[in-house]
């Protein structure tokens, strides 16, 4: 299982930096110019162990996991950076306050999400959260996000990757995942695999029709055959999400 805590210490026990959950397999590069909004979680040493989506000047979204639990203490969110080794590229922003959902226990058992609130704007374009329920239509082109593992057995990738996955079916996720809950989350994939995200993308974006539809939360393996990417259903945390962006910290 991809699930965020034992994947944080398989990342650990790895090498490299540690990553929650998820993965880009079978995608390809993509710019960050195309994709502002997309960010990553850094610890107090610079590495990348999370993503998340700039959703207002100084919000991001992200998955509940990777602030919990045995994930790193966030230090930065580091925001316009497409390769992680590239230091002179975008900017690492502090971190002000972190909201982890309160019903949150792991990530398969839903409410995996959190909003970190910066210490100033981002200085990038925000994306629009999901308004409409025919967004999570079986079909749906869906485009997934990260820096993550590009297979289970690869390191995770310097530059930021893009693949797109459509949305599947509730009940064929429920076939696939028993513990799957149709009103807290949403799955993305092909049926014979090949396409998901892996470990160190947990946190990061699944868009549609350009609004922020997932965030990428658990699974079995990395683009298994009738294994999709389990992702947080926003649109069913709009309230509580709404919220935090409200407020002021």
Same mark, same amino acid.
């Not at 990553?19 to 995608?27: C, I, L, N, Y």
């Not at 590069?29 to 610079?46: E, F, H, K, M, Q």
């Not at 709404?242 to 910290?249: I, K, R, S």
């Given at each position: 299982m991809r699930?965020?805590?034992?994947?944080l210490v398989?990342?650990?026990?790895?090498?490299?930096a540690a990553?929650?959950?998820?993965?880009?397999?079978?995608?390809s590069?993509?710019?960050?110019?195309?994709?502002?909004?997309?960010?990553?979680?850094?610890?107090?040493?610079?590495n990348?162990?999370?993503?998340?989506?700039?959703? %207002?000047?100084t919000k991001?979204?992200?998955a509940? !996991?990777c602030?919990?639990?045995? *994930?790193? #203490?966030? +230090?930065? =969110?580091? &925001?316009?950076?497409e390769?992680?080794?590239?230091?002179?590229?975008?900017? %690492?922003?502090?971190?002000?306050e972190?909201?982890? !959902?309160?019903?949150?226990?792991? *990530?398969d #058992?839903? +409410?995996? =999400?959190? &909003?970190v609130?910066?210490?100033?704007?981002?200085?990038?374009?925000?994306? %629009?959260?999901?308004?409409d329920?025919?967004?999570?239509?079986?079909?749906?082109k869906?485009?997934?996000?990260?820096w993550?593992?590009?297979?289970?057995?690869?390191?995770?990738s310097?530059?930021?990757?893009?693949?797109?996955?459509?949305?599947?079916s509730?009940?064929?996720?429920?076939?696939?995942?028993?513990?799957?809950?149709?009103?807290?989350?949403?799955?993305?994939?092909?049926?014979?695999?090949?396409?998901?995200?892996?470990q160190g993308?947990?946190?990061?974006?699944?868009?549609?029709?350009?609004?922020?539809i997932?965030v990428t939360?658990?699974?079995e393996?990395?683009?298994?055959?009738?294994?999709?990417?389990?992702?947080a259903?926003?649109?069913?945390?709009?309230?509580?999400i709404?919220?935090?962006?409200?407020?002021?910290?």
């Open positions: 699930l965020g805590v034992l994947v398989l990342m650990v026990l790895g090498g490299g990553a929650a959950d998820p993965r880009v397999v079978g995608g590069r993509v710019s960050i110019t195309d994709y502002p909004w997309v960010v990553y979680l850094a610890d107090s040493n610079g990348q162990f999370c993503g998340g989506t700039l959703v %207002a000047p991001v979204l992200t509940a !996991h602030t919990t639990g045995l *994930a790193p #203490r966030i +230090s930065r =969110v580091v &925001v316009g950076r390769d992680k080794r590239n230091g002179k590229q975008g900017t %690492a922003v502090p971190v002000a972190v909201w982890t !959902h309160p019903d949150f226990v792991s *990530a #058992r839903g +409410s995996d =999400v959190a &909003v609130t910066l210490k100033r704007e981002a200085g990038a374009t925000p994306l %629009a959260l999901a308004d329920e025919k967004l999570y239509e079986e079909g749906t869906a485009f997934a996000l990260g993550g593992r590009t297979s289970e057995q690869a390191a995770a310097q530059y930021l990757m893009g693949v797109e996955v459509p949305v599947v509730d009940e064929s996720c429920a076939e696939s995942y028993p513990s799957y809950k149709a009103e807290a989350m949403v799955c993305a994939g092909l049926p014979e695999g090949g396409r998901d995200t892996c993308d947990s946190g990061g974006p699944l868009v549609a029709d350009g609004k922020l997932g939360s658990w699974g393996g990395c683009a298994r055959k009738n294994k999709p990417g389990v992702y259903r926003v649109l069913a945390y709009r309230e509580v709404d919220a935090q962006l409200q407020a002021t910290g």
